[in-house]
């Protein structure tokens, strides 16, 4: 019976924990906890801030990587581009058809008062014609296509060049099995061709080539972002690359023994520039940034002041040589 009183008495020396030792042990836990959560949203800050880098830096290279393929190919008609003597027979010479003029731009005409482009040029290799014209308003002929895909087909527009002369028109009817190419006058395809009359009956020295025009210009995406569009011969306008929000452009016009680089406005002949030099202003679709964004940008000599928000901005800018303009 003694034997059990130390046991009990044991068991009543085991009060539990006091108010002071759970308060210190819960500030502590606190403590611990607020730190954890530190890291988290740092970790996931910068987990942010990364990718939107990413993301900035992808869409610059798919911009300029759309942008710099086709610009450098400006007024590239093969030995076309050296012709002495142009005829464009389409119902419609200017605008998305003015094949005669290689590069246009206009300024401050886009969303933010961005620059757009315009360019004009082949759109693939060229074909032989392998008969010689009885006369200037005659069907052509290149060789028979063996098998799809075909160079041609009805309603392309093309050019013929034997680097002499040059004619751009529309086929009406493209039959693979002689290569022949009909190009009859009248409205019943667009733009349609106004005369048959090429101006020249182009003999086996002769090549046809499709021709195209492609317009840069920056405008409001589908999501609502601003983003780079492309149109081709008159087309629908597509989205190319989102979260370009300014595109600013000079032009290097071969002035002399030098180039100086100049806004499209205050280019005195547009046959004389040789390069292009762009400046593109890209921006984040997530407000990412702890802070404000409040920064203006240069883009090529133009400020342009963004609304201040969270997002990041990149500015990029390259130079393009327009193959067909040096010499």
Known sequence: MNGRIPLIRQ?????????????????????????VVQIFVSNKQTYLVNDAMLRLQENTRFALHFLSQNLRM???YGCGSSATSFVNTLNTPTGAFGFGIPLEATDGAGLNGSDEITVRSSAGSGVRITAQMPNTSAALFTQPAAAAPFPFADNDIVLVSDCTASAVFQI????????SMVHNAGNAI??????????????????????????YYVAA????????????????????????ENMQILYGELVGNSTRYVASGAVGSMNNVISIRIALLLRTKEQVMSTMNTATYDLLGTVYN??????????????????????
């Open 11 to 35: 068991f009543h020396r085991q009060r539990g924990m006091t108010i002071v030792e759970v308060m210190v042990a819960v500030t502590i836990s606190l403590i611990l906890l607020s730190g």
């Open 306 to 327: 963004p609304v201040d928000d969270r997002r990041m901005r990149r500015v990029h800018e390259t130079t393009l040589t327009l193959r067909n303009r040096v010499k």
């Open 221 to 244: 995406g589908a999501s609502g972002e601003p983003a780079l569009w492309f149109q081709e011969a008159g087309g629908a306008p597509v989205e190319l690359v989102e979260g370009i």
């Open 190 to 215: 667009t733009p349609g061709n106004s005369t048959t009359d090429l101006g020249k009956a182009f003999g086996t020295d002769a090549e046809i080539m499709k021709v195209t025009t492609k317009r």
């Open 172 to 179: 009406n009817n493209y039959t693979t099995a002689n290569g």
């Open 74 to 76: 400006a007024g590239y």
